[in-house]
Each structure stands twice: as structure tokens, then as C-alpha cells.
T-cell receptor
């Protein structure tokens, strides 16, 4: 079993749809959870950062962490064509950036 | 968010030459920087971890003599691809850690070796 699993997609949705992106993990020591957005031929951009379990909302984006189930989600409301990108989940047990583990990424296309 | 500057964004070189890529944290001190390689439609592949003032730690299978990493200050790390060959052509990305557990990425460098 991989340490972090993520549906690679591609995922295609119509503009305005609600998008749900998910990752599961096996290491119960992970405490820090992040979502990154990566456009083609660009570096990943930090979208959401969450410590431990719970929800966090930022504009159209909501991140959820369920440590008991080892499951994290990113929801995108009112999706836009500009949201078309690859979304990477990442997590860490701590120690100042060491030992980050990334999911393989989900390719999302939002169709106008 | 914090800014990590990476350049050049695109470089073409002849086989056998060396190429240097710079990664700078512009508004924070990066205690640790990471270098990745990414092939089209694939995820990030960690190449090495560099801590300021010490030797880089390379992932298994990454040639340390081929990919020279220098982290001379808390804001600058460089990756030099020595004696580049066409198989080294790839997208290289750096990231920096220094604000708790957040990682910030550079914009990436597309290397093409002819």
C-alpha cells in the first residue's frame, strides 16, 4: 500500500460544478495536511494548509481532514475553467518540512 | 504567501555542458530546500534535500556527482546538472521550508539537452 493515495483522474466537470478531490493515507503520524494546485509547466502553488483534523474554508475552497479515517478532501465550489490544473495533496508528520509525502495528483478539467 | 524564486525558467544546452539552476527564498529564511524532478503528467520526484551549510541528502538512485547541490545561505540553493545528456531533460522544481510546516515551490525550470 502506498503511503498516500489519490485518484489520478482525469476528472472533467462542467463550469459551476462542485468538485471533490480526495486523498487517503496510511501513516497515522501525519499532522500537517496541504493541497497544492499545479498548472502545466509551473511549480505547485499552496492552496490550503491544515493542522490536525477539521475543516478550513478559503473562498471557494474547503479542506477537510478526518484523521480517524485517514482521509482528506478538497472541495471546490462554483468551479471555473481557471481551476483546470493538477491538484496534489501533501502531508507531513512535522520536523520543519522534512519528510513531506505527496499524492500523485489529480488532473482536473473544468469545461466552459 | 511566501515567495520562492527559481531561474532560469527555461534552458537549452548542448550535451556535455553543465547547467546551474538557482532557487531563492525572497521573504523568509529557508532552513531546508528540496529539489524535485517531474516528467510530463507525472508527480514530483524528490531528488535531494539540502540544509544550509551542510551536504545535501540525495534520494536513492540520484547521482550526487551528476546533480550538484549547494545551499550556501539561508535564502539560496543551487542545483548544477553536470555534463548534461538528453536523458537529463526534464522539469526541475525547488521548494523551500522555513515557515513552520509549509512548503513553498519555485516556478520550475524546463531543461532541454540537445
Amino acid at each position: 500500500q502506498k503511503e498516500v493515495e489519490q485518484d489520478p483522474g482525469p476528472l472533467s466537470v462542467p463550469e459551476g460544478a462542485i468538485v471533490s478531490l480526495n486523498c487517503t493515507y496510511s501513516n497515522s503520524a501525519f499532522q500537517y495536511f496541504m493541497w497544492y494546485r499545479q498548472y502545466s509547466r509551473k511549480g505547485p502553488e499552496l492552496l490550503m494548509y491544515t493542522y490536525s483534523s477539521g475543516n478550513k474554508e478559503d473562498g471557494r475552497f474547503t479542506a477537510q481532514v478526518d484523521k480517524s479515517s485517514k482521509y482528506i478532501s478538497l472541495f471546490i465550489r462554483d468551479s471555473q475553467p481557471s481551476d483546470s490544473a493538477t491538484y496534489l495533496c501533501a502531508m507531513s508528520a512535522g520536523n520543519y518540512g522534512q519528510n513531506f509525502v505527496f499524492g500523485p495528483g489529480t488532473r482536473l478539467s473544468v469545461l466552459p | 504567501g511566501a515567495v520562492v524564486s527559481q531561474h532560469p525558467s527555461w534552458v537549452i544546452c548542448k550535451s556535455g555542458t553543465s547547467v546551474k539552476i538557482e532557487c531563492r527564498s525572497l521573504d523568509f529564511q529557508a532552513t531546508t530546500m528540496f529539489w524535485y524532478r517531474q516528467f510530463p503528467k507525472q508527480s514530483l520526484m524528490l531528488m535531494a534535500t539540502s540544509n544550509e551549510g551542510s551536504k545535501a541528502t540525495y534520494e536513492q538512485g540520484v547521482e550526487k556527482d551528476k546533480f550538484l547541490i549547494n545551499h550556501a545561505s539561508l535564502t539560496l540553493s543551487t542545483l548544477t546538472v553536470t555534463s548534461a545528456h538528453p536523458e537529463d531533460s526534464s522539469f526541475y522544481i525547488c521548494s523551500a521550508s522555513g515557515l513552520g510546516e509549509k512548503l513553498f515551490f519555485g516556478s520550475g525550470t524546463q531543461l532541454s539537452v540537445l
